[in-house]
């Protein structure tokens, strides 16, 4: 595994990041999570660079407020969801969704349309042509940075073509203290999310008008998840930082019906904060990073030949990754990420040793 980094933009408190397409280039997206503006560079046609290293490249989305948790792709190029005003520490009272429009000629157009509190994790997931909008809350109201007295919901409603239509919300999951961890399994059409009180598996209903399903998968205290069949066996493992904002990097695997722990790593590890699965050279894999400590970001692969048969490569040290987004295309990949440390969206492109 070859490694090759480059910084796209500077960016204090960066946190939020994600491509989206727009005239047939990948664009990327990063706001902070303090005030400031969010921006977008283009990426060039091989993905290997930015198309420059100066901030005449950066385009500005907006310059205030951010509090940026996430940004969200739509299926037509150019759009995104995110969210806004949700400010350290856990000032965020007035979350509120936005939607992001490039119009050519005219330039970003941004329009809130819905205000939830304490929002920290949005998605849409489609289902049978439905586009199904997914609201985390990381709380329910807080009197100081300390108080988790009031539990995080899951929320659930349709995401309209026109975001100036009603949206209709329906809790599906309440009583999720420090309610933070979040993934989509895309291809299997269901997510992911993780508390203090456990990992849960979220499916969306047949019909609109059904009952989402939801099964408590692990019962312990969790900050983030992700999953995928890392050793290609058929069956799903789970990849998931304990506690919240954890030092352990833990993987579990349901064995004879119960779930088990079959890897664990604590080296070094403080602030846990990045899981992500997925596919890197072709093969299943999983990236996690952490804030503080060795602030590292790592991607773990099942390998027969190591010991534990799990091999860890180290990607980068000392930079504090909040957030990662990953693009695999021309036989590379380029994990995407906001670094707090160093204040920076840095592109890492990932090959292979023989290329």
């Avoid at 204090?12 to 560079?41: E, M, Q, T």
């Avoid at 789970?238 to 604590?266: D, R």
């Avoid at 899981?275 to 503080?292: M, S």
């Avoid at 390998?303 to 000392?318: A, L, N, S, W």
Wanted: aromatic share 10%.
């Amino acid at each position: 595994m070859k490694i090759s980094k480059r910084a796209l933009m500077k960016m204090d408190s960066c946190y939020a990041v994600n491509v989206i397409r727009r005239n047939d280039k990948w664009l990327c997206l990063a706001a902070p999570d303090d005030h400031g503006a969010a921006k977008a560079i283009t990426m060039d046609d091989n993905m290997e660079t930015c198309t420059s290293n100066t901030t005449d490249a950066e385009e500005i989305i907006w310059k205030e407020p951010s509090g940026t948790m996430a940004f969200i792709p739509l299926e037509n190029a150019g759009e995104f969801i995110a969210i806004q005003n949700f400010f350290p520490t856990f000032d965020s009272k007035h979350t509120v969704l936005v939607k992001g429009q490039y119009i050519n000629e005219v330039g970003w157009v941004i329009r809130p349309f819905l205000h939830v509190p304490y929002i920290h994790r949005v998605d849409v997931l489609h289902k049978d042509g439905i586009n199904y909008l997914i609201i985390c809350t990381l709380c329910s109201g807080k009197k100081s940075i300390d108080d988790w007295a009031n539990p995080g919901k899951v929320l659930v409603g349709i995401l309209p073509d026109d975001v100036n239509e009603e949206i209709e919300l329906k809790c599906i999951l309440e009583q999720q203290v420090k309610n933070h961890g979040y993934f989509k399994l895309k291809n299997e059409g269901y997510v992911l999310v993780a508390s203090e009180d456990g990992v849960f598996e979220i499916k969306p209903p047949a019909s609109p008008a059904g009952e989402w399903k939801v099964n408590r998968l692990l019962q312990l205290a969790a900050g983030d998840i992700a999953a995928c069949d890392i050793d290609r066996d058929g069956f799903m493992e789970y990849f998931v930082i304990t506690p919240f904002h954890g030092a352990n990097y833990s993987i579990y695997k349901k064995i004879e019906n119960k779930m088990e722990l079959i890897w664990q790593y604590n080296t070094n590890v403080k602030f846990g904060h990045v899981a992500w699965a997925g596919k890197i050279l072709g093969n299943p894999a999983f990236i996690c990073g952490c804030r503080e400590a060795g602030a590292a970001l790592l991607c773990v692969t099942y390998d027969e030949k190591c010991e534990d048969k799990f091999k860890v490569t180290y990607i980068d040290g000392g930079q504090g990754p909040a957030n990662i987004c990953v693009l695999n295309e021309d036989g590379k990949d380029i994990v995407i990420a906001t670094n707090t440390i160093s204040g920076e969206v840095v592109a890492y492109e990932i090959t292979d040793d023989n290329q």
